[in-house]
């Protein structure tokens, strides 16, 4: 291997450790040096997988030939991880939620910016094509303009493994998924937030929230609608888009879906149809000749991006991709919303 390689460890050997192994393996200009986990089990496991592995979260601090820490461990530890990290004079990149609260987050950037350290927060989604092709559509006001934006992500399946159950690590959907969904938005309307309005629910009975309805309201009047669910054995689509001139719509993340435009207002004063028990005039379908369709524009996407602008980065070529300001504002928004939930009203923000 090229000895211009950044040199990186990847701390935490489940899901998502595993998941940078086999991106980073794909990605030239860096070079996977070794794993720690403090589990038995998955340092076993990474050793069986020929990777090598240190005794210690101590050996990997004093070992001078990595550059960079990778912490993809539950999100209660990343705080600790990373400031002993970037103190022991590594670069740092941690898998999200990158906090428990956006206190701790600024007192990390803090010490990154005292010891002239690379921080990032692995926001992996915003390379989902499903989310380019909509932020496609949404910049080029393909739409007119967009009034009404709504993300949902529906499963069937509870919370997945141990620590996502309880509070303490960080566990619950707003956590797993709402940091995601919540980021998207916000790089992609680039507005200020009114209000949020958030409902958890907790329906299979865990101290976390087993999902959620969010609300966000900006400055325009425009609004964002989230929804993550873990007890939806039907799922609505992923996204459904609605602007002054046009609605499109993605069913899963196989692309599946549609763009219907507004092509002429000549049917505009509809005939009245019968529907159920009575008459409509306002919701009468539209002729066929007044709306044309079209399929979803495809966006090409490859989340090793994220770790060649990481080391463009740090050899002084770029700013991050994925601003820690950006961040830390979707850390405020994820605290509002646990307000409002608890407070059962609406927040005013920013």
Not at 29 to 53: C, M, S, W, Y
Request: aromatic letters at 8%; a negative charge.
């Amino acid at each position: 291997m090229s000895i211009d390689k950044h040199k990186v460890v990847i701390v935490g050997y489940g899901g998502m450790g595993k998941q940078h192994v086999k991106k980073i393996t794909e990605t030239d200009r860096i070079e996977l040096v070794g794993v720690f986990d403090i589990e038995e089990e998955p340092q076993k496991t990474a050793q069986e997988n020929g990777h090598h592995t240190y005794l210690s979260f101590e050996d990997v601090l004093s070992d001078d030939q990595v550059e960079i820490v990778l912490i993809a461990t539950p999100n209660d530890s990343h705080k600790d991880i990373a400031i002993r990290a970037i103190k022991a004079g590594k670069h740092v990149i941690c898998e999200k939620p990158v906090t428990l609260n956006s206190q701790e987050l600024e007192e990390i950037l803090e010490v990154a910016e005292t010891h002239q350290k690379v921080f990032a927060v692995h926001q992996n989604r915003r390379w989902d094509e499903d989310f380019l092709s909509i932020k496609k559509l949404y910049d080029e006001n393909a739409l007119g303009e967009a009034f009404s934006i709504e993300q949902r992500i529906h499963g069937s399946r509870g919370i997945p493994g141990d620590w996502r159950h309880q509070k303490e690590y960080g566990g619950g959907m707003m956590l797993d998924w709402g940091v995601h969904l919540i980021d998207r938005i916000t790089i992609m309307v680039k507005e200020k937030i009114k209000s949020v309005y958030c409902k958890m629910s907790y329906v299979l009975g865990n101290e976390v929230d087993d999902g959620f309805k969010l609300v966000l309201t900006f400055e325009s009047g425009k609004t964002a609608v989230f929804e993550v669910g873990t007890s939806h054995y039907l799922s609505l689509p992923i996204w459904f888009m609605t602007g002054t001139t046009g609605t499109a719509v993605i069913h899963d993340w196989n692309m599946n879906g549609k763009v219907a435009k507004l092509m002429t207002h000549e049917d505009r004063d509809a005939t009245p149809i019968e529907a159920g028990a009575g008459l409509t005039k306002t919701m009468a379908p539209r002729g066929e000749n007044t709306v044309n369709e079209f399929p979803i524009p495809r966006v090409a996407t490859d989340i090793r991006d994220f770790y060649y602008n990481f080391m463009d980065v740090i050899e002084g070529k770029a700013e991050l991709a994925v601003k820690n300001s950006d961040v830390l504002r979707v850390m405020k928004i994820m605290e509002a919303a646990f307000e409002s939930s608890e407070l059962n009203q609406v927040v005013n923000f920013e």
